[in-house]
């Protein structure tokens, strides 16, 4: 098995876990997406592959991916993972892609040289958000105008990498300096992005950097980024996302 074994160490393998309940999203053995209480391998890795992205480089539509043969994908009608090894044009069902909507990067308590990319998922089909109530994994809506620094936590996921092999310039791309970047919203629908002292961002040229940014809304999605956020957000998907 040394071929997928190369695959799995050249490409990001990443988890979603709940910001709420601290499940994670999981493959069960009849491929239906569901929640496991931890990390038990091949189930809760993922490959999130971008298939829409902005000028900037930033994704802001993903496919999820199982990491295991036929690396099938998350679908929005029925929560299981679909798509044959013959299946040529899986990726091309939009059923399978999820909008991402940004709400904050942060360093993990865990492991102080790794981050969180904190997201939630809307399905670029029915306009639902991928959750967990709690009990499963289901389909919600949000209320419309809801403030996204009130947005429930069972909407949020944590999506970091559980396993990859860095090239020298995914490691300098960033530095990963004792930081919160925050993004909620601010009257008027416009991002207002927050970032802590100490942040240092080798392709930017800046360090010891504290900045605060106010961007458009996040109506035209994170492809509407630009400056320092935008070198952010794109190195972050460097390290997390694979290429379509």
């Known amino acids: 098995m040394l071929f997928p074994r190369l695959i799995r160490m050249s490409e990001p393998r990443c988890c979603l876990k709940n910001r709420k309940t601290q499940k994670f999203l999981s493959a069960k053995s009849d491929w239906k997406g569901g929640l496991a209480d931890s990390y038990t391998g091949e189930n809760e890795s993922f490959k999130f592959q971008w298939c829409k992205r902005g000028d900037n480089g930033i994704p802001s539509c993903t496919l999820i991916r199982t990491d295991t043969h036929p690396q099938s994908l998350l679908d929005v009608t029925d929560l299981y993972f ?23 990067i942060e360093k ?10 904190i997201i939630a998922l809307r399905s670029a089909t029915t306009g639902k958000y991928l959750v967990d109530s709690g009990n499963n994994l289901t389909l919600r809506d949000l209320d419309k105008g809801t403030d996204m620094k009130n947005v429930p936590d069972m909407f949020k996921w944590e999506l970091f990498v559980s396993g990859r092999a860095l090239s020298p310039g995914q490691v300098t ?6 930081v919160v970047i925050a ?6 629908g416009a991002a207002f992005l927050a970032f802590g ?4 961002i080798a392709a930017a040229g800046t360090t010891g950097a504290a900045i605060a940014v106010t961007v458009g809304a996040f109506a035209g ?6 400056g ?5 957000l794109k190195e972050v998907s460097k390290i997390m996302f694979v290429d379509w």
């Open 197 to 200: 002292a100490g942040i240092g």
């Open 82 to 104: 679909e798509g044959g090894a013959l299946d040529f044009s899986k990726c091309d069902n939009q059923n399978r892609w999820w909008d991402i909507i940004p709400m904050m």
């Open 228 to 232: 320092e956020m935008a070198v952010i």
């Open 173 to 178: 791309g960033i530095a990963f300096a004792p």
């Open 183 to 188: 993004i909620g919203a601010a009257t008027g």
């Open 108 to 117: 993990r308590d865990d492991e102080p040289e790794q981050l969180n990319y």
């Open 221 to 226: 999605g994170l492809a509407t980024l630009s």
